[in-house]
């Protein structure tokens, strides 16, 4: 089990943001172009500016990334290193972005649904922290569904 550090992300770990981005992008609608990714480097740089991306460093390796919206109560983006895998780094993301969330508001977020292979471990994971299945929607083209945690 490697030592992790979860903490709020800042516009100096863009660059090593992105290389986890970029390792990861084929199980994510949306981040299929080179065009695409540069335009998620933007979005990533504004919840940056607002304090809505959390990382997980291993050493100087960012092994984990978070996005989300203390407006919406939402999880937007969350990928961990295949390498670095059931060491609950996700969970921990998780629980650190509670700590900025109104405890009052259901927070929700966005994956895969039921049937698509590339979405079993992330429903199964959201399950796990209690997260229920809520709406049919489309992200990116692709159909997904919404989960909600009532806190």
């Given amino acids: 089990m490697s030592d992790v550090d979860i903490s709020l992300a800042h516009s100096g770990d863009i660059d090593r943001w992105m290389a986890l981005v ?11 172009t080179r065009e695409a990714l540069a335009e998620h480097r933007g979005t990533v740089l504004d919840f940056m ?10 050493s100087d390796r960012i092994v984990g990334v978070l ?6 109560s939402a999880l937007c983006f969350l990928a961990v290193d295949p390498g670095f895998r059931r060491q609950k780094i996700a969970e921990k993301l ?14 929700t977020v966005t994956t895969y649904r039921e049937g ?12 796990h922290l209690g997260f229920v299945e809520g709406r049919l929607t489309e992200e990116f ?4 569904q919404e989960f909600v945690l009532k806190r």
């Fill in 49 to 58: 500016r607002r304090s809505g991306a959390i990382c997980a460093k291993n």
């Fill in 22 to 32: 970029d390792r990861v992008k084929d199980a994510f609608p949306g981040l299929e």
């Fill in 94 to 107: 998780v629980r650190y972005m509670f700590t900025f969330l109104d405890s009052d508001r259901a927070v």
């Fill in 141 to 144: 083209g692709s159909p997904v």
């Fill in 67 to 72: 996005l989300f919206s203390r407006e919406d």
């Fill in 116 to 127: 698509a292979p590339e979405g079993r471990a992330a429903r199964a994971f959201y399950r």
